[in-house]
């Protein structure tokens, strides 16, 4: 399985996002320039984002994005379908039914088997991004972290983050 780029650039914003102060909101020119991205396409995700609830969108020349509920209530999950979409990454298209000598009708009473395996470790593969929240990967990178990851993110904060009213 591969996702789109989308999905990490996605990922790390939310996270960046994560450490605004309260009211604060970051556009999505610095949010593309933190992480050496094109602006057009993050902002893609960005509006992907707030249109499933996960940020909130603050209009005008001072506004930006912030979280639009709590780092500890978005996953992983969250964020994959709101930029993926939610249909499942195997799609079975039947193939079985098809070509010059298709097997008999009785062979698809039931789900391709094909099919239910791969439907089966999608569901394994969910739950797991269900699992994991923002907040969660905050709290492992602190853990590593030796000051410097937190000073790059603080020092880019300090010049772009924008102030707002809740």
């Known amino acids: 399985m591969k996702l789109g780029d989308g999905v ?18 970051l556009s999505a ?8 991205v094109s602006t057009s396409y993050l902002l ?13 969108t603050v209009p005008g020349p001072k ?14 999950l969250d964020i ?10 195997f799609r079975c298209n039947e193939i079985r039914q098809r070509g010059p000598n298709p097997a008999p009708d009785r062979f ?13 470790a999608e569901r394994v593969y969910r739950a797991e991004l269900a699992k994991t929240t923002i907040a969660d990967l905050g709290a492992e990178l602190a853990e590593i972290d030796d000051g410097t990851i937190a000073a790059r ?5 300090e010049l772009h983050e924008r102030r707002t009213a809740r």
Do not use: D, W
Request: charged share 15%.
């Open 29 to 36: 020119a610095a949010l593309a320039e933190f992480h050496g």
């Open 44 to 56: 893609k995700h960005l509006q992907a984002l707030s249109g499933a609830g996960i940020l909130h």
């Open 108 to 120: 698809f009473a039931k789900p391709c088997n094909i099919s239910a395996a791969m439907l089966k």
């Open 8 to 25: 990490e650039q996605a990922i790390h914003s939310v996270a960046m996002l994560s450490g605004l102060s309260e009211g604060g909101v």
């Open 80 to 89: 994959v379908l709101a930029v993926e979409g939610p249909a499942p990454a």
């Open 153 to 157: 993110s603080c020092a880019f904060l």
């Open 63 to 76: 506004g930006g994005y912030r979280l639009a509920r709590p780092a500890k209530k978005i996953t992983l």
